[in-house]
């Protein structure tokens, strides 16, 4: 069994900063790629932030420049540190991981998310 765990939602003013963190633990032989989602109420969980292997990382469009998404390749824990926070950045916020087990089975897994709310 492979579990993602999430932390360091919460509210914060517009303008502020948060860190998310996310754990991965379990039958783990290496995790290809990790990456951050969103879904804010009503709407479709959309990418935030990935990072693969090799340190590269890709930002969707509303979030570059604010947000940094980086990895512990050694703990299997990903961050995404969260600047300049807009209302419109207000979302349960998903980590989610390609992982290949100890089983030799390839799966994409996703955490439980972690609410984040901008407002004043």
């Known amino acids: 069994q492979v579990q993602l765990v999430e932390s360091g939602g919460g509210l914060v003013q517009p303008g502020g900063s948060l860190r998310l963190s996310c754990a991965a633990s379990?039958?783990?032989?290496?995790?290809?790629?990790m990456g951050w989602y969103r879904q804010a109420p009503g709407k479709q969980r959309e990418l935030v932030a990935v990072?693969?292997?090799?340190?590269?990382?890709n930002y969707a469009d509303s979030v570059n420049g604010r947000f940094t998404i980086s990895r512990d390749y050694a703990k299997n824990t990903l961050s995404l540190q969260m600047n300049s926070l807009k209302p419109e950045d207000t979302a349960v916020y998903y980590c989610?991981?390609?992982?290949?087990?100890?089983?030799?089975?390839?799966?994409?897994?996703w955490g439980q998310g972690t609410q984040v709310t901008v407002s004043s």
């Open positions: 989610n991981a390609e992982i290949l087990t100890i089983e030799m089975n390839q799966q994409n897994y």
């Open positions: 379990g039958n783990i032989f290496v995790i290809t790629a």
């Open positions: 990072i693969d292997n090799g340190g590269t990382s």
